[in-house]
Nanobody, 126 residues
Framework: QVQLVESGGGMVQAGGSLRLSCVAS????????MGWFRQGPGNERELVAG????????YYIESVKGRFTISRDNAKSTVYLQMNSLKPEDTAAYYC???????????????????WGQGTQVTVSS
């Protein structure tokens, strides 16, 4: 089993920055694809960013390209999401997720991920 714990959320004004962290414990996630999802009120959960086990490939949803950066430190079992130039439409609960299938595919569908954190709220005011 893998436990994921997110932190770093909060309230920020538009144009500000936040850095989310996701620490994994239990089984090693070093070879897992990791993703950051978000879900706003009334919206479906969507993949914001994903990263392969060695950071060799990343994925970003179009709306965050150039503003968000996903990275990982396998030695620390931690995945990060640096969010810059935040907009009110980025307001959502952000979830860290792990795909244990050790592939190089970054799935965008939530059902492909095996482990989830409890989420951290990001609120961006205009």
């Amino acid at each position: 089993q893998v436990q994921l714990v997110e932190s770093g959320g909060g309230m920020v004004q538009a144009g500000g920055s936040l850095r989310l962290s996701c620490v994994a414990s239990g089984r090693s996630t070093s070879f897992y694809v990791m993703g950051w999802f978000r879900q706003g009120p009334g919206n479906e959960r969507e993949l914001v960013a994903g990263i392969t086990w060695n950071g060799g490939r990343t994925y970003y949803i179009e709306s965050v390209k150039g503003r968000f950066t996903i990275s990982r430190d396998n030695a620390k079992s931690t995945v990060y999401l640096q969010m810059n130039s935040l907009k009110p439409e980025d307001t959502a609960a952000y979830y860290c997720a792990a795909d244990q299938n050790r592939s190089s595919i970054i799935w965008t569908r939530p059902r492909e991920y095996d482990y989830w954190g409890q989420g951290t709220q990001v609120t961006v005011s205009s």
